[in-house]
């Protein structure tokens, strides 16, 4: 039962082009959102996050896109980086599930120079 | 200066033993998790912790046994492990829900029981 899917296993850009990774979601309870970005032999650190009430949102050069009628969102990173090199894990969650996050299985993002 | 710490990174054990994971956080927070990531990648919840008490039990086995001494330390005891425990064991803390503060992941333990 895979209420978070992330359908790209990996993706390869070119350093200064523009990255997108893609989330699809299935539980209509969920109202926030998460991007975790994770290195080999360390834990997923937190992103960027989007709560159900907006459609974007903005940090630096990491932007969330929620599409909810598709059950969609993204993560757009501009311009990538080698050092963006990392498994991306799309998170959801909703209120009263006691802080329960659901991933995706990651995407692995190589950004080559 | 590590936020939240396992111990030991890496495990290596034989099927029927049992053993023990630690996990400390010192950024004051309420709430602790362990989540298991296994060869198929997925990050799964197991339990949860709040101020040292139960809010999440997933469907594990009862061989696995959370306890928390205090609101810090979350540790991990596994009883007789099997082959199909093998995976990366991560903790993780959050402060109280206020704005949806994220949660803060440790490193992982990797056990491996052969």
């Known amino acids: 039962d895979q209420q978070v899917k992330q359908n790209s296993p990996s993706l390869s850009v070119q350093e200064g082009r523009i990255s997108i990774l893609n989330c699809d979601y299935t539980n209509s309870m969920f109202d926030y959102f998460l991007w975790y970005k994770k290195y080999p032999a360390e834990g997923p650190t937190f992103l960027i996050s989007i709560s159900s009430i907006k459609d974007k949102n903005e940090d630096g050069r990491f932007t969330v896109f929620l599409n909810k009628s598709a059950k969609h969102l993204s993560l757009h990173i501009v311009p990538s980086q080698p050092g963006d090199s990392a498994v991306y894990f799309c998170a959801a969650r909703w209120t009263g599930s006691n802080y329960k996050l659901t991933f995706g299985k990651g995407t692995l993002l190589t950004v080559n120079p | 200066d590590t936020a939240v710490s396992q111990t030991p990174k890496y495990l290596v054990t034989q099927m029927g033993n049992d053993k023990s994971i630690k996990c400390e956080q010192n950024l004051g927070h309420d709430t602790m998790y362990w989540y298991k990531q296994d060869s198929k990648k997925f990050l799964k919840i197991m339990f949860s912790?709040?101020?040292?008490?139960?809010?999440i039990n997933e469907t594990v086995p009862n061989r696995f046994s959370p306890k928390s001494p205090d609101k810090a330390h979350l540790n991990l005891h596994i009883n007789s492990l099997e082959l199909g425990d093998s995976a990366v064991y991560f903790c993780a803390s959050s402060p109280p829900e206020e704005g949806n503060s994220p949660l803060h992941f440790g490193n992982g333990t990797r056990l491996t029981v052969t």
């Open positions: 912790y709040n101020n040292k008490e139960l809010i």
